[in-house]
């Protein structure tokens, strides 16, 4: 059964760069769309971007193209960076596997635990 | 983008009863529709995708209805471990949006 497990440092300063991996257990990521999923405290989750193997990306244009997401299959992990970030930024973020998608969006199977980054200097 | 909204914000039931819990779309998202559990320490569970068809070991009281705006995510007979957040996630239309949540807790 495929694990997820986010790592990254849990405060980052206002304006500077957010960096979390996602690293996977169990299963080989390749031929999956790995998604970033964000919470913040008393909000819904939102989207902030998918990665699929070869590379090709797609983000939530709600980011203002601060998000760069990257893939590195031979160690079974992907990566999400998140530039200029500001208190609104804090969330718990999660990494995703999608299970399927339709030609737009995905829905997910495996979930990490998740990790709360605070914005704060 | 589309905006999921659910019903109730929580939901207070003994043990045993039927949980029903609504997810509307702000446009049609035709089947294309999932729902995720989320207990505490653990990580979201998938439950239904295609609005109706249950996730691989999902046990047959979770039930999920409807199409386009509406639709309905029901337990039949509530266990103790089945006291969690529910989220429904459109993903019809790009961005994939997710609704608030609807906390069901024990009463």
């Known amino acids: 059964q495929m694990q997820l497990q986010e790592s990254g440092p849990g405060r980052v300063k206002p304006s500077e760069t957010l960096s979390l991996t996602c690293t996977v257990s169990?299963?080989?990521?390749?031929?999956?769309?790995c998604n970033w999923i964000r919470q913040p405290a008393g909000k819904g989750p939102e989207w902030i971007g998918r990665?699929?193997?070869?590379?090709?990306?797609n983000y939530n244009p709600s980011l203002k193209s601060r998000a760069t997401m990257s893939v590195d299959t031979s160690k079974n992990q992907f990566s999400l960076k998140l530039s200029s970030v500001t208190a609104a930024d804090t969330a718990i973020y999660y990494c995703?596997?999608?299970?399927?998608?339709?030609?737009?969006?995905?829905?997910?199977?495996?979930w990490g635990q998740g990790t709360l980054v605070t914005v704060s200097s | 983008e589309i905006v999921m909204t659910q019903s109730p914000a929580t939901l207070s039931l003994p043990q045993g009863e039927r949980a029903t819990l609504s997810c509307r779309a702000s446009?049609?998202?035709?089947?294309?529709l999932a729902w995720y559990q989320k207990r505490p320490g653990q990580p979201h569970r998938l439950l239904m995708y295609?609005?109706?068809t249950r996730a691989t070991d999902i046990p047959a009281r979770f039930s999920g209805s409807g199409s386009g705006t509406e639709f309905t995510l029901t337990i039949s007979g509530l266990q103790s471990e089945d006291f969690a957040v529910y989220y429904c996630?459109?993903?019809?239309?790009?961005?994939?949006?997710f609704g608030q949540g609807t906390k069901v807790e024990i009463k």
């Open positions: 995703a596997k999608a299970r399927d998608c339709t030609n737009v969006a995905c829905y997910y199977d495996s």
């Open positions: 295609d609005a109706t």
């Open positions: 990665i699929y193997t070869s590379g090709s990306t």
């Open positions: 169990g299963a080989s990521i390749r031929n999956y769309y």
């Open positions: 996630q459109q993903y019809n239309q790009w961005p994939s949006t």
């Open positions: 446009h049609s998202v035709n089947i294309n």
